[in-house]
């Protein structure tokens, strides 16, 4: 597997990966042409040097998973970075193999590179596969997450 940071000609795939599960179909907008906010997105996440939206790639170069990470600078754990971690999606036609683990062995390694003390995550709930999966890798639930949605 090749890892890689997407480029602009990636955003439709990347999309259509987001929106290829039970809550991405609520929440996002597929369609050819992609909708421009995906567009603009993409081109800030890119100008970020605290944002990696990376590709998977299979030995024929196919596009095949995608996460991204964010590194977040702060005062706390005296000026520690966090790393977050979002948006993991593998095609759907290549789930169910152990890429998910080679995934985020991979997003743990590069955390550990940019000398992030943490790599964090969120996870709906309504995820219970995705929880076990999670802690099986030695993910804790240590907080209790709160969001508003505007």
């Known amino acids: 597997m090749n890892f890689r940071k997407a480029t602009k000609e990636d955003i439709s795939i990347i999309v259509e990966m987001i929106a290829d599960d039970e809550l991405g179909k609520k929440r996002e ?51 520690g970075i966090r790393a977050q971690i ?27 590179e940019r000398n992030a003390h943490l790599l964090q995550l969120t996870t709906d709930k309504q995820r219970p596969q995705a929880i076990k999966f999670y802690e099986d890798l030695g993910f804790k639930a240590t907080h209790e997450g709160m969001k508003i949605h505007f």
């Open 29 to 79: 907008n597929f369609q050819n042409p992609l909708p421009q906010e995906y567009i603009k997105a993409f081109e800030e996440i890119n100008a970020d040097k605290n944002q990696e939206l990376i590709i998977v790639q299979d030995e024929n170069n196919e596009i095949i998973g995608t996460l991204q990470l964010s590194f977040i600078q702060y005062l706390t754990y005296r000026g």
């Open 86 to 112: 979002e948006a993991v999606r593998i095609r759907k036609d290549k789930r169910g193999i152990g890429l998910g683990k080679t995934m985020f062995e991979w997003a743990i390694n590069r955390a550990k």
